[in-house]
């Protein structure tokens, strides 16, 4: 069985944005690469030009593979950074992110932990505490449980909802984190 073709409208599309050339080293001839590794599916932001060379060593083969995820933010915001190896730590960082269930009714200590690691790093950064500051706002805990100590029952389904409304909070916030860190990328040495 054949690929599916890609349509010529959305192809054009796509290496016209990237003036026909590679999106990490600007050879020309590129193939489109797409990120989901789904052949039918031609949304624009699921392709991606690739010179051979990065589409058949980088891509597929496993051993040197671009991670979907970091492949997808190179594609939304074209920063090379997101591709150095440098950027690797605050992205492994930032992950749990992407694992966040509003339904999940546990408890949001691990989630908060995992946030204190992260604003933690990127305190460590060049204009770190800024951001830092501006993605604590959007991940800390904004809630205040208010009731009668000795409805236990009661207690538990505020903390219940408290736990839902604080994972919401941060999906809700995701996008604006994440182009945090994108925008912090560009105050880095490593730049």
Known sequence: MSRPIIPKPIREKVLNEY????AIGS?????????????????????IPL???CHLTDQHNPTKKIEQYKLQ?????????????????????FLFLNDIDENDDSSTRELEKQSETFLDFIEELEMGKTFAKEIKKLTQNHF?????I???EKIARKIKQHNKEHRKQIID??????????EILRYQSWN
Request: with cysteine; net charge negative.
């Open 19 to 22: 003036n026909h050339r590679c």
């Open 27 to 47: 050879e020309d001839k590129p193939h489109l690469h797409h990120i989901d590794e789904d052949p039918t599916n031609n949304d624009i932001m699921n392709l």
């Open 51 to 53: 010179c051979p060379n």
């Open 73 to 93: 933010l190179f594609r939304q915001y074209k920063d090379p950074c997101i591709l150095k190896s440098q950027f690797h730590p605050l992205y492994s960082r």
């Open 144 to 148: 205040t449980i208010v009731c009668d």
């Open 150 to 152: 000795h409805d236990k």
């Open 173 to 182: 916030n995701k996008d604006k984190i994440v182009s945090l860190i994108i």
